[in-house]
């Protein structure tokens, strides 16, 4: 009789070990399907985690970056940060939330991100003893800046307009727009790539509205990014409208017709001797 509560005492202990063995074994390292998205010189943090939660402080995880060679980016072993054989472009800048690891979230914190870190980095924990062991997630790090509007000069009866914005990555698209938010026809774009970022310039000829104000718009749909710069052309920058030209030019034009008329009157006038000058 004394046999049964031992028995079941092993039976739900063993119960108890089972269950706990195949949580931890069924336990998957997790990332992000969506790419991280960061600007250069952001601080991003590269999710990964176990799921089901376990504790992952005495587990080994290492963070690789995935180029034509591995780059060794942090490992966490023994309890600890063991970066000696860390590739150096990321020396100082890499770590991970010690105080998360019991919440099995072993995710890398990455500071300063340049345009060169972007690409695929994988989560791998060798010690796991389930089917996925690892996770990559891809970091996609983008370059933004702030347009620049020039005037140059006139053009026919319109001011011509240029917007330049270097420092971009990748490529942006530029336009040039009204006050009411309408495209504006311009020229170009022209784009240039000067080491990894671009440069766009675009020029456009703008007439008189009745704000005088044009917006330069510089945008990046990948990164979703959008810069824009707006200025007010002085009233006075844009050449004398063609009507004052014309009401002008036909005042000389009548201006010079009287004058003449007025000469022949009085030629007439002296060759008929009305006139008696002591010449
Ligand atoms: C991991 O910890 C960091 C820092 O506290 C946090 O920002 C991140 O959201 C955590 N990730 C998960 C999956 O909980």
Redesign the pocket.
């Known amino acids: 009789m004394k046999t049964f509560p031992t028995s079941a005492a092993w039976c739900f202990g063993i119960l108890f070990i089972s269950v706990s063995l195949i949580t931890t074994e069924s336990s998957e390292v997790v990332g992000s399907a969506d790419p991280v998205v960061a600007l250069a010189g952001d601080d991003v943090?590269l999710?990964c985690?176990l799921k089901p939660s376990v504790g992952a402080e005495d587990m080994t995880v290492e963070w690789t970056g995935l180029y034509l060679k591995t780059r060794n980016v942090h490992l966490y072993r023994q309890g600890r940060d063991s970066n000696v054989e860390q590739f150096p472009s990321y020396r100082g800048r890499t770590s991970m939330?010690h105080?998360?690891l019991k919440?099995g979230?072993v995710?890398l914190?990455l500071t300063r991100v340049t345009l060169s870190d972007a690409g695929s980095y994988m989560c791998f924990i060798p010690t796991l003893t389930g089917q996925v062991k690892e996770t990559t997630v891809q970091l996609f790090v983008g370059a933004i800046s702030q347009p620049v509007i020039s005037i140059d000069g006139t053009k026919g009866w319109g001011v011509a307009l240029k917007c330049e914005s270097g420092g971009w990555f990748p490529e942006p698209e530029m336009e040039w727009l009204d006050s009411s938010g309408t495209i504006l026809p311009a020229d170009g774009p022209e784009k240039h790539r000067d080491e990894d970022l671009y440069t766009v310039r675009r020029h456009v000829s703008v007439n008189k509205t009745d704000t005088n104000r044009f917006t330069c718009r510089v945008q990046q749909q990948e990164i979703n990014h959008l810069k824009e710069t707006e200025i007010h052309v002085p009233d006075d920058l844009f050449p004398k409208s063609y009507i004052v030209l014309i009401v002008g030019l036909s005042i000389a034009v009548a201006v010079a017709v009287l004058a003449s008329l007025a000469g022949v009157y009085m030629w007439r006038k002296c060759t008929k001797g009305e006139f008696n000058l002591d010449l």
Do not use: H, V
């Open positions: 943090i999710p985690s939330f105080e998360e919440n979230n995710s914190k």
